[in-house]
């Protein structure tokens, strides 16, 4: 089971998402049966942001000074999922998802929950600094969205 505490510190994020926190348990409980822990206990925490303050986390964690989609901030160096575990953190901006403004509440969505999966397999571990780990990682992504997708429409 994969636990989800979701913060927000942008307003624009309640207007195309009223319960953030139902939104995502019900695309965690949508993954593929690899991805939903089963008989443990899997935690992380969403912050939904946007530009400005995630630009200033890019900067502080990984020295650019630039706003980005996704932050990502696995818990520890090394993938271990016991019967507890907490996996990391992960921050989206609203701003990025967002663009080109507005966007319909369908591609909005479905920009986000592949956003938040490419998000949930970097604390995993999943990395794209090499073109083979950039093409193992895209593989699971669509994998999990297409699951999530078939069970969420």
Do not use: Q
């Not at 913060?7 to 409980?29: Q, R, T, Y």
């Not at 696995?74 to 992960?90: A, L, M, T």
Request: charged residues 30%; glycine residues 2%; proline residues 3%.
């Amino acid at each position: 089971m994969i636990n989800i505490s979701v913060f927000s510190e942008e307003k624009a994020w309640s207007k195309k998402i009223v319960n953030k926190n139902l939104f995502f348990k019900n695309i965690c409980k949508a993954f593929p049966k690899k991805y939903r822990f089963i008989k443990k206990t899997v935690s992380l925490t969403l912050l939904l942001s946007n530009n400005k303050n995630i630009k200033k986390l890019n900067k502080k964690f990984r020295n650019k000074n630039k706003s980005t989609d996704i932050l990502s901030f696995p818990f520890n160096s090394k993938i271990r999922i016991s019967k507890e575990s907490y996996i990391g953190d992960i921050i989206i901006s609203y701003n990025f998802i967002n663009k080109p403004r507005p966007l319909s509440y369908k591609i909005f969505k479905e920009r986000l929950i592949k956003t938040f999966i490419h998000g949930f397999l970097h604390l995993l571990h999943f990395d794209h600094i090499k073109d083979k780990d950039y093409i193992k990682m895209l593989k699971e992504e669509n994998r999990i969205f297409k699951s999530v997708i078939s069970k969420l429409n």
